[in-house]
């Protein structure tokens, strides 16, 4: 196949795949910006994909080619074998214009020499915006599918946490980059593998056991952003100030009127039973951005810190009795520079505190009760809120503002990512929206702070 007829072919290939970002929109054009053969028969390519509205966005694709067919190798042995020996001796792979760099960390040798002579690679089929390759139940390497360039969220998390013996994160064992063209973008971390199962499913199948689990969850998380409020550098803590409070609303509105301009886009596809919420939600846009604008004026107190970004129940492993944190990245909607602003650590508690609404409202769509999510909220705030107090502002309004107010961008968030991904769902976050904005948090009324 030619390089003409391979860029051809990619738009067809690209909507089909799960972790491809961009089907809600209309692809202009693919380009070939660079690639190294990383196996035989698998080169890892990087893709320039440019969008009708303006938009450009780079992918990494690991393919067969050249051959009749584009195929993704991401799950041939050959090549996740190749990416494990890259990081083990911190090789460079030279690509067509610049240079694929591995790197690896103390931790790698310990999780190393736990594993069989020859382990053989098995793909994660659970990830969708990026894939994941684990070798012997010991390694994982995540692969970005979607590449952004600058400082990665999750290999900076990972080095710290890692680098502190925080033992409730995934331990970072290395990385791989790509350097050439002028830029250098993160292609892959590989990390210790969890075993156990992620939260939001173990919470589907059995919600009352988390329920039963939400305290120490909550401890566990205020435990991660007192070892986070530690950092140094880029990852000091800092106060907030009335330009930081500046840009936090103008980032809430740009996101909220993004939600909203895509709301009212899609409304005519939307289901029936979601079109009298859509339209409260649309009528709200007023009283939205009063909110964020009366909500965020004044003096705050409690610092802002570098937090996971992102924190949910399927970010949460169950490891038997315990808990591990994965997937620092971020929300993926959000640009690289958004998702490393510090922000209140009450930013990742309201995204709990959503997550156990969301699954309740999932199950509830499966005819089943949903009565223990609001007691789980509770249960998880009390714990969190006790521990992590020496961060938070010491004055309980301003923190319940702040937690209502992360509730409401939290789920304005739910929406755009609904919208673009899972129209079916787009309900929950639709009430997640009218609930904040007709009461505040239930769960911190009923917690101690």
């Known amino acids: 196949m030619s390089i003409h007829a391979f860029e051809e072919s990619l738009p067809g290939f690209l909507t089909k795949q799960r972790w491809f970002g961009g089907k809600a929109r209309t692809i202009r054009a693919v380009s070939l910006l660079d690639a190294a053969q990383v196996a035989p028969g698998a080169v890892l390519a990087l893709a320039s994909v440019r969008y009708s509205d303006g938009g450009r966005e780079t992918y990494c694709l690991p393919l067969a080619f050249p051959s009749a067919e584009i195929t993704d190798v991401c799950g041939d042995p050959a090549f996740g074998s190749a990416l494990l020996d890259a990081v083990r001796r911190e090789r460079k792979i030279r690509t067509n214009l610049g240079v694929i760099a591995a790197k690896r960390t103390r931790a790698f040798g310990r999780l190393f020499a736990g594993l069989p002579s020859r382990v053989r690679p098995v793909p994660l089929a659970a990830e969708q915006s990026n894939s994941s390759i684990i070798f012997g139940r ?6 970005y599918r979607r590449l952004d ?4 969220p999750e290999l900076e998390l990972g080095q710290f946490l890692t680098g502190r013996g925080f033992t409730r994160a995934s331990a970072l064992a290395g990385w791989l980059e790509y350097r050439g063209r002028g830029r250098t973008l993160p292609l892959a971390v590989m990390q210790a593998f969890v075993p156990g199962r992620d939260l939001w499913e173990a919470t589907l199948e059995r919600p009352l056991r988390t329920l039963r689990l939400a305290s120490l969850l909550g401890r566990r998380t ?3 952003h007192l070892a986070l409020a530690q950092g140094a550098g880029a990852l000091a803590s800092e106060p907030f100030t009335a330009a930081c409070l500046g840009r936090l609303r103008a980032g809430m509105h740009r996101h909220a009127d993004k939600a909203l301009r895509l709301l009212r ?3 005519p596809a939307l289901p029936g039973s979601a079109r009298a919420q859509a339209l409260a939600v649309l009528k709200a846009r007023d009283r939205i951005r009063a909110a964020f604008d009366s909500g965020l004026r004044g003096p705050i107190q409690g610092l802002r810190i570098r937090c996971h970004g992102d924190l949910h129940l399927g970010q949460v492993i169950l490891t038997g009795k315990d808990f591990t944190f994965i997937d620092f990245e971020g929300e993926k909607l959000k640009s690289p520079a958004e ?5 209140s650590p009450l930013y990742d508690a309201a995204g709990m505190l959503r997550s156990f609404q969301y699954a309740a409202q999932s199950a509830r769509l ?9 007691k789980a909220g509770v249960a998880f705030l009390d714990a969190y809120l006790r521990q992590a107090r020496p961060i938070l502002p010491q004055i309980p309004a301003q923190a319940r503002t702040l937690l209502d107010l992360f509730c409401l961008e939290k789920a304005l968030y739910e929406l755009a990512y609904e919208l673009s991904h899972r129209p079916a769902w787009v309900l929950i976050p639709l009430r997640g929206i009218l609930r904040s904005l007709s009461c505040y948090s239930f769960e911190f009324s009923h ?3």
């Open 138 to 143: 010991k390694l994982l390497l995540k692969l």
């Open 149 to 152: 360039p600058g400082p990665n």
């Open 222 to 224: 205020a435990e991660l």
């Open 265 to 267: 886009e899609r409304f």
């Open 339 to 343: 998702r490393r602003l510090k922000r």
């Open 366 to 374: 499966r005819g089943r009760r949903s009565h223990w999510a609001e």
């Open 447 to 449: 917690a101690k702070y």
